[in-house]
C-alpha cells in the first residue's frame, strides 16, 4: 500500500536549497514549522512580550521584498500553514496542534513585532526560526504574511494586551511578483490523500537515511574538532601564562636594576620629638627639656631598605647626639626579612613598639624595660618576619650581636650598679656575641603574646672567671575599638628577669670587696589606658586617662634598689599624632641607698 502524504511528512522529508545570497538552508518537516495561534484547552494565548509587539518593521514592503518574503514562507512556512495560509498544509493533520490559520481576519489584530517574536521563538510543535532565517529574512516573511488575509478583510490592528497603541497593518500590493517556488508541494487540500510511486518513495528513504549517515559522521567530527580546540586552548592559556610570568620576572629585574641607579633611590624623613616639664620632690630634679628624633628611610630598591633614627637632646649646657639606630634591610620573601645594623631589641616589646614620645602614653619610660634589665638596641643581624597559622599570626624574630659588658669597675660601685651591663657595647670588649629572639603569637589581631630571650658570655677580660647570662621577657597586648565602651581600650603588660651566673667581683678587695652575690634582677609594668573616641562631644572624645604600675627588683644585690613606682596620667590629643600629657608619679624604693620621691610631669609630644 502507497503512503499518503501526512505519513510521509512523519517519516521525514529532507530538503536542500539556496536561501537568499547563496545561504543554504536544511529544513527538517516532521516537526511542523509554524504552530497554532489557538492555545489548547487550559494553555495561555501565546501572546508577545509589550517590547516585542512594539518593535517597528524595519523593511518596506515592495514587490521585489514580497517575492522574497514567499519564497521563504514556502520554504519554511508552507509544509504546515499550506500554500495560501490557512494551516492546511501537508503536514498538518500529523501535528499535534492545528497550525494557524493566516488569512484570518484576526492576523491583522496582531502587530508587526508580534509576528516576527513568534517566528522568531516559536512555540511547540513551531520551531524557533531565529537560528534559520537572518532577522531581514524574518521580516520578509512577516511582510509576505500580511497579503496572505482576502482583500476587505484587513482592518486597522487592535491595541494588543501589553498596552501597546494601534499599528497600521502593512499595505497590501496590488500585485505580487510570483518568483519560483524551490519546494514543489502537491496540490492538495485537507484531509486528501496523495500517493506516491514507489520508486519515488524508495529513493526518498535512501535520501534520508545518506544524509542521517552524513549529518552523525559531521557530528562526530565536529566533536573532535571541538575536543582539539579545547586542548590548544588550553596549551595557548598554559603558554600564556608562562610568558606573562617571564614577562613579569623580567619587568621587576629591570625595575631593580634602574632603582638601584645612582640618584634614583626614594627618601622618607619621618620621626618624632618633645617638650615638657619635669618637678620632683625631695631634692629632686626640676627642668623643662626637649628632644628630637628625626627618622631617615631609603627604598633603596623593592627589596632593599635602609632606615636610621638620630636623638637629639639637651644635656647638662649641650646638645648631645645619638644613633638610635642604622639597619639596613633586604627582603627576602613575603615571610622572611634580613637585617643588619644597628637595630631596637626584637625582645625588648615596649622599646621597640612604644618607645617613640606620641606612641607612649606617659611622660616618662617604664623601669625594668627601658634603661634597665634589657639592651634597648643590638648591633649585629637579625632574620624577623611573620607566617599566617590560619585566621591566626605567629611572628618571629632572631638575632646575633655584640653581647653586653659587665660592669665590675670601681665606677659600677660608685654609681650603685655593681653586676649590672654596659648594653652599648659597640668595641665588643671579651669579644663576646650575643644570641637571641622573640617570638609572637597573635590569636586574634587585637591581642598578641610574646616570649623572648638572650644569652651571652659576659666575662671580663683578664677576671677571675666565666660568667654567662640569661635574659628572658614575656609580654602581652590588647587594644581593641569597642562599640560598646564607646573607644579604644589599650592594655599593654611586660615582666623580664636578668640573672648572670656565679662570678666573683673584686676579689683583690681594690674596691672594698670581694663581692659574691646572687647576680638576678626582674621586674616590669603593666598599663591601661581608655580614650573615648566614639562619643559625640568634640572634647571629651580626645581625652585619654592612663594608669601605670612599674616594678624594679634588685634590692638583693650590694648596691641595687627596689624600685616600685605608681604613675596617673591624662592626655588630650590634639590630632592624630599629636599629644599633651599631664601625670602624676609615686616613686617608692627600698634598700641602702632609697630615695623615693613624688613627681609633676608634663610632656607635649608629635609625630611626623
Known sequence: MKPNVSEWVRKGFVGCCQVGAGLTLMAVCSTGLLAADSPKPGEAPWIAPARAAAKPNPLVSTPAALAQGRQLFELGCLPCHGPTGRGDGPAAPSLERKPGNLTDPKMWEQTDGTLFWKISEGRTPMPTFSEVFTEEQRWQIVNYIRTLAPRGEAKTVAPVASGVPPVKPATTPAAVVPAPNPVKAPEVTTGQVVTIPKDQLQKLIEDNQRLQQEMAEMRVFKAKMEQSLKQTETVKTE??????????????VKKMAKDS???TTKMLISGYGSAGFNSQNNGGTRSFYATFNPIFLWKISDR???????????????????????????????YMTLGAGKFLNPMNFFVERQHMAWVNKLPDKPLAVYDGLLPEAEVGVQLRGAVPLGDMKLGYAVYAANAPQLKTDVAAVAARDLGTFEYDNFDNVGRHIAYGGRLGFLPIP???????????????????GRANTLLQSVDGSFVMDSAELKGVLNLKAQWVWSQVGSYLYDPTAAIGGPYAFKNYRNGGYAQIAYRPSRLENE??????????????????????????????????????????????????????????????????????
Open 539 to 608: 572634647w571629651l572624645k580626645n581625652f585619654e586617662p592612663v594608669f601605670r604600675f612599674d616594678v624594679l627588683n634588685q634590692n638583693h644585690t650590694p648596691t641595687g634598689t627596689d624600685e616600685h613606682r605608681y604613675t596617673i596620667g591624662l592626655n588630650y590629643w590634639l590630632g592624630p599624632s599629636t599629644v599633651v600629657k599631664a601625670a602624676y608619679e609615686m616613686d617608692r624604693q627600698r634598700g641602702p641607698n632609697a630615695a623615693p620621691f613624688d613627681a609633676l610631669l608634663f610632656q607635649f609630644a608629635t609625630g611626623f
Open 304 to 334: 632593599l631598605l635602609f632606615e636610621g633614627e638620630l636623638e637629639a637632646e639637651l644635656g647638662g649646657t649641650a646638645t648631645t647626639l645619638s644613633l638610635e639606630m642604622a639597619q639596613i634591610s633586604y627582603v627576602m620573601n613575603d
Open 239 to 252: 603558554t600564556d601564562q608562562t610568558l606573562g610570568e617571564l614577562e613579569k620576572e623580567l619587568k621587576d
Open 261 to 263: 641607579f645612582p640618584g
Open 446 to 464: 587585637e591581642l598578641e603574646f610574646g616570649y623572648g630571650l638572650q644569652y651571652s658570655d659576659v666575662s671580663p677580660p683578664g677576671g677571675p
